[in-house]
C-alpha cells in the first residue's frame, strides 16, 4: 500500500506520461515505482526530501516538460536508487530492456557530480559530457535533477546554496538552453540568482507584483485588436503572453545600466497559429503583416529564426513593437509545431523528424566530442573552453582574402586579430570592418569583412582584457603584460645596482627586504619594476638606507600609499563580520576584485597565502570560484555596522559634457556626508566620463549617492564598479 505522498505524486507521474507512454506499458512504470520504494527505503536527498518523492518528480518532469518516453521515465525513478537494487544487471535488462541499463549505468558514471567537496568542478563536467557519447537521456535526468534540487533549495544546508546556485547558473543552465529546453533553462537561471542576488531578486520580484495589473491590462489592450484582425483573415490561432524572468530582467538592467521601470519589453506575447507543414512559413510571414499592419515595429529588433533554425532546433519569428501607451511589447510568431519544439527540445524536434521517441544529439555533440578530443585538457582551461561553448552564440567574420573565421558572440576587432596570430593581436590599433575604420573595441556582427590596422610600436595593454572574450586573446595579453613586467624589473633591478655601487654601499638581500619592508610589497620585481617605471625615485630609495630606523610618516608615492591605505582598511573590519565556518589561524580580508560594502551579500574564500577574502556574491570572480572550488568557500554575513567605518567603492559617471556637472556632483557628495578619495574625469566630444573613489559606511548610502547622482540633468548612466 503506497502512502498519501508517494500515491498523489504517483498519480501526477502518470497523467504527465499520458502522450508519451503507452496505456499498456504503465504496469512496468508501477514495477520500476515499486523497485525504487525498496532500494530508496528512508533516504532524503541532500534538499531534505525523500529520495523516491524526489525520483517521482524528476520522472513526471521528464514525461511531462519534456515529453520523452517509457525508457526515460522508468530509469528517471530508478536513477538514485540504482546502486542499492536488489536485482542483477541481467535482471535488470530482463525486466526494463537493454537500453534503460546502459542508461542507469551511464548515470552511475557521473554520480560524483553531485560531491561539493571535489576538488575540480571541470572534471566532474568532462565526466558528465563524456557520458553522453552513450545515451543522450543520461544528460537529460542530470538536468532535470538538479532542477528539483533547486526547487527545495530553502531545505538544504546553508554552506551547500551558494555552490549549487552557482553551479547551477554556470553549468547546468547553459547547457539545457543549449539542448533547447527553455523553460527548464530560465527555472534554473531565476532559482540560482534568488540565492546568489537575493536583495536584487527580491526587489524584481516585489515590482513585478506590484505592476502586474497595469501589464495585464496593457495586454488586453493589445491583443484585443490582434485577436479580431487575426480571425477575419482566417487564421486559427491562439494567444498566449509571459513576462519575462527575473533573472532576464536582472540582467537586462545589469547591462544596459538601467532601472526597473526603465526595461522597455517586460513582457512578450505569443502567437502560435494552426498551420499545416507546407504552410508554416507563409502563414508566420503573414501574420507578422497583421502585427505591423497594426503596430509600429522597431526593425533592428526583427529575428528570423524560421528562415535559419537555431542549432538546437528552435524555430521563431521575434519583433519588437510599439504597442497602447508607448509601450515596447515583443511579439513571437510561430506555428504549432515549432511551439512544441521550443517548449519540449531535443524529444519534440526528433518526434517532428521522424525519430522515434528519444534519438540522436544533433551537432551539439559533436561540438562537444571536438572539446574533449582537443589537446588542452588542463582543468580550468577545459573549462573556459566549455563556458564559452555554452554560454554564447556565435558570430562568423571573413578575412581580407575571403576565409571564415568563426568567434563567440560579442567578440572585437581585437579577439579577431589573436585569432589570426598573436603577433597580430599584439600590433593590432584598429581595424577596418565593411570597408569603415573602427576602434579595436569594436563589437563584430555576423557577415563583417574585417581587416587588421597594425604598428610597429604597439604593445598589449592592461586594459585589453576589460573587453576582450575569447580565451585566446585573455591568455596571450596577460602572457605579454607578465613579460614586459618582468623585463621592466630586470632594467630596475640593473638601474638599482649601478646607483648602489655609484653610492658606495653593497647590493644584497638585507638592503633589498629593507626596501620591500619599507614599501610593504610582496616581492622584489614590485620594487624593481617601479624603480624603472619611474614611480620610486633613487634619491628617495638613498634616504632610506641612509637612515637606521624608517621614519614613522614616510611619504610614499601615489600608487603605493593607495595600496598601504586599502590594506589598513581592510584590517578594519572583524568586528563586523561573522564567518559562520571559522578557520583556526586565518584572518579575512575584503576582496580588491569587487570591494563589498556592509550591506553587500558576500561570502568568504579560503586563499593559500592570504587567508580568508570575502567577496560580494555579485563579484566577477564569484561563479569562477564557487563552481571550481566549492570546498574553500565559508559562509560570512555582516553582524553590526559602526560610524566609524568606512568602505572603499569606485563609481563610474557618463554624460553629456556641462560646465558645472563637476560641481553638482561634488555637492551631491557633501550632502551624503561621505569622503572622496579619488575623483578622475574627462569632457572630450561633448561627453563627461569620470570615476569617483568614496569612503561609503554601508551600501545603502552607496546606492543612495548613485540614484542622486543619475538624477542630475545630463547623467546618462551610473554604475558601482568592482574595482
Excluded at 10 to 26: F, M
Excluded at 37 to 55: F, M, Q
Amino acid at each position: 500500500m503506497l502512502s498519501a505522498e508517494i500515491q498523489s505524486g504517483y498519480r501526477a507521474l502518470l497523467t504527465a506520461s499520458r502522450n508519451s507512454v503507452a496505456r499498456e506499458d504503465i504496469p512496468k512504470i508501477r514495477k520500476a515505482l515499486d523497485l525504487a520504494i525498496r532500494s530508496c527505503g528512508e533516504t532524503v536527498t541532500l534538499t531534505g526530501e525523500p529520495a523516491i518523492i524526489h525520483a517521482l518528480s524528476v520522472a513526471r518532469i521528464i514525461a511531462g516538460e519534456m515529453g520523452l518516453g517509457l525508457t526515460s521515465v522508468i530509469t528517471a525513478l530508478l536513477h538514485d536508487s540504482y546502486k542499492n537494487l536488489d536485482l542483477s544487471s541481467k535482471e535488470l535488462e530482463k525486466e526494463f530492456g537493454k537500453k534503460a541499463l546502459e542508461i542507469l549505468n551511464g548515470f552511475s558514471k557521473i554520480s560524483g557530480i553531485e560531491s561539493m567537496q571535489s576538488s575540480y568542478q571541470a572534471e566532474n563536467f568532462r565526466k558528465l559530457l563524456l557520458s553522453l557519447a552513450d545515451d543522450v537521456r543520461v544528460i537529460l535526468i542530470k538536468l532535470v535533477e538538479r532542477l528539483e534540487y533547486m526547487r527545495n533549495l530553502d531545505n538544504a544546508p546553508e554552506k551547500e546554496k551558494i555552490p549549487l546556485a552557482s553551479e547551477t547558473y554556470f553549468l547546468y543552465a547553459p547547457l539545457a538552453h543549449r539542448l533547447g529546453f527553455y523553460n527548464i533553462k530560465s527555472d534554473m537561471e531565476d532559482l540560482a540568482v534568488k540565492y546568489l542576488e537575493p536583495e536584487q531578486y527580491k526587489f524584481v520580484e516585489n515590482r513585478l507584483k506590484q505592476t502586474n495589473a497595469s501589464r495585464n491590462r496593457l495586454i488586453r489592450e493589445f491583443s484585443t485588436p490582434l485577436h479580431e484582425k487575426l480571425e477575419k483573415q482566417g487564421f486559427r490561432f491562439t494567444i498566449k503572453s509571459r513576462t519575462k524572468s527575473i533573472h532576464s530582467i536582472m540582467l537586462k538592467m545589469k547591462k544596459q545600466g538601467v532601472e526597473f521601470d526603465e526595461v522597455f519589453d517586460l513582457f512578450a506575447v505569443r502567437i502560435i497559429i494552426e498551420s499545416a507543414g507546407q504552410n508554416e512559413k507563409s502563414d508566420c510571414w503573414r501574420a507578422y503583416s497583421i502585427v505591423t499592419d497594426l503596430y509600429q515595429p522597431n526593425p533592428s529588433r526583427l529575428r528570423d529564426w524560421i528562415s535559419v533554425p537555431k542549432s538546437n532546433g528552435y524555430e521563431s519569428l521575434h519583433t519588437t513593437v510599439v504597442g497602447p501607451r508607448g509601450k515596447w511589447v515583443e511579439v513571437q510568431i510561430r506555428s504549432e509545431r515549432m511551439d512544441e519544439i521550443a517548449e519540449k527540445g531535443l524529444a519534440a524536434h526528433f518526434k517532428y523528424k521522424g525519430i522515434k521517441g528519444e534519438g540522436g544529439l544533433d551537432s551539439w555533440l559533436t561540438k562537444i566530442r571536438e572539446i574533449l578530443e582537443s589537446p588542452e585538457k588542463e582543468d580550468a582551461a577545459f573549462l573556459d573552453q566549455v563556458r564559452s561553448g555554452l554560454y554564447t552564440d556565435e558570430v562568423f567574420v571573413f578575412t581580407p582574402k575571403g576565409d571564415l573565421r568563426q568567434l563567440p558572440a560579442g567578440a572585437t576587432v581585437l579577439d579577431f586579430a589573436f585569432d589570426i596570430h598573436t603577433a597580430v593581436g599584439a600590433s593590432c590599433v584598429g581595424g577596418k570592418v565593411n570597408g569603415k575604420n573602427v576602434t579595436i573595441k569594436h563589437v563584430l556582427q555576423n557577415g563583417d569583412h574585417v581587416d587588421i590596422i597594425r604598428s610597429k610600436s604597439q604593445t598589449p595593454k592592461r586594459d585589453w582584457l576589460s573587453f576582450v572574450v575569447t580565451n585566446k586573446a585573455k591568455s596571450k595579453i596577460k602572457l605579454a603584460l607578465n613579460e614586459e613586467k618582468t623585463r621592466a624589473a630586470a632594467e630596475g633591478k640593473e638601474i638599482l645596482m649601478r646607483r648602489l655601487k655609484n653610492w658606495k654601499m653593497p647590493y644584497g638581500d638585507t638592503i633589498i627586504q629593507k626596501l620591500i619592508n619599507h614599501y610593504n610589497f610582496k616581492t622584489a620585481q614590485d620594487l624593481y619594476y617601479l624603480i624603472s617605471t619611474g614611480k620610486i625615485e633613487l634619491l628617495e630609495i638613498k634616504n632610506i638606507l641612509l637612515k637606521d630606523e624608517p621614519a614613522p610618516s614616510v611619504q610614499l608615492p601615489a600608487a603605493v600609499q593607495d595600496k598601504e591605505n586599502k590594506e589598513i582598511l581592510e584590517t578594519q573590519f572583524s568586528d563586523y563580520l561573522l564567518i559562520e565556518d571559522r578557520v583556526e589561524g586565518l584572518d579575512y580580508r575584503l576582496a580588491k576584485c569587487c570591494n563589498p560594502v556592509f550591506g553587500d551579500t558576500v561570502f568568504g574564500f579560503v586563499t593559500i597565502s592570504e587567508g580568508i577574502k570575502i567577496h560580494r556574491t555579485s563579484c566577477p570572480n564569484a561563479n569562477n570560484l564557487m563552481a571550481r572550488y566549492p570546498y574553500r568557500l565559508v559562509a560570512a554575513r555582516w553582524t553590526k555596522a559602526s560610524s566609524t567605518t568606512s568602505f572603499i567603492s569606485s563609481i563610474k559617471i557618463t554624460g553629456v559634457e556641462d560646465l558645472g556637472i563637476v560641481n553638482k556632483i561634488a555637492d551631491v557628495i557633501s550632502a551624503f556626508s561621505v569622503s572622496i578619495r579619488n575623483f578622475n574625469y574627462s569632457m572630450e566630444d561633448g561627453m563627461f566620463e569620470g570615476t569617483l573613489n568614496l569612503l561609503v559606511p554601508n551600501n545603502n548610502v552607496l546606492y543612495g549617492i548613485i540614484r542622486k547622482i543619475h538624477s542630475i540633468k545630463g547623467i546618462l548612466k551610473v554604475i558601482r564598479q568592482n574595482n
